[in-house]
């Protein structure tokens, strides 16, 4: 199974403040990684896919990098309304997947 | 407009059987795999289960085989967990999740179901 690690758990952040995340796949998945916003109460959203590919309607202050095993996810001016709990999610060994730990921005 | 809606969540007690509903609207349900996704208190999220577009391929995370079927009936728009045995460690709010390319792009409000002895 491909286990995913993300650093780090947790982070105190302020607003204005560029925060990056980072996820490690325990083999190579290219670049079949994907990151999602979870606020409490409310489903998980889709921020990218394939690593870097920014969803609809996601501000732009959002970014993902990397292949193979090291991605990260980068806010580059962080908002009131990103304080969250951010998840990597692999999608190589689709149809099953798996989710990373998760990292909380607060 | 997606939408996705579970149901059938609730309070149920240890090594007995629930059953999740998913009924789906607003896309061709037939043409997408659909996973299951759960998050127990305090926890982060846990992969469940997959199902094919088709219905014909399932698959399940390690903490669920065996215990947990998914299953869907593309006629009514609708996904299923069939979860048998429960036990405490299955208490979290169960989402379903459409899957695109890999991705879950679009979610339910998710369930809460609460195992208790």
């Known amino acids: 199974d491909i286990q995913m690690t993300q650093s780090p758990s947790s982070l105190s952040a302020s607003v204005g403040d560029r925060v990056t995340i980072a996820c490690r796949a325990s083999q190579d998945i290219a670049n079949y990684l994907n990151w999602y916003q979870h606020k409490s109460g409310r489903p998980p959203k889709l921020l990218i896919s394939a690593a870097s590919t920014l969803q609809s309607g996601v501000p732009s202050r959002f970014s993902g990098s990397g292949s193979g095993t090291y991605f990260t996810l980068t806010i580059s001016r962080l908002q009131p309304e990103d304080f969250a709990t951010y998840y990597c999610q692999q999608s190589y060994s689709t149809p099953s997947v798996t989710f990373g730990g998760g990292t909380k921005v607060e | 407009q997606v939408r996705l809606v579970e149901s059938g969540g609730g309070v149920v007690q240890t090594e007995k059987a629930l059953t999740l509903s998913c009924v789906v609207s607003?896309?061709?349900?037939?043409?997408?795999?659909i996973h299951w996704v759960r998050q127990a208190p305090g926890k982060g999220l846990e992969w469940v289960a997959v199902i094919s577009s088709d219905g014909t391929l399932d698959y399940y995370g390690d903490s669920v085989n065996g215990r947990f079927r998914i299953s869907r009936d593309n006629f009514k728009n609708t996904l299923y967990l069939q979860m048998n045995s429960l036990r405490r460690d299955d208490t979290a709010i169960y989402y379903c999740?459409?899957?695109?390319?890999?991705?879950?792009?679009?979610w339910g409000q998710g369930t809460l179901v609460t195992v208790s002895s």
């Open positions: 607003g896309f061709t349900f037939s043409r997408h795999a």
């Open positions: 999740a459409r899957e695109a390319d890999g991705a879950l792009d679009f």
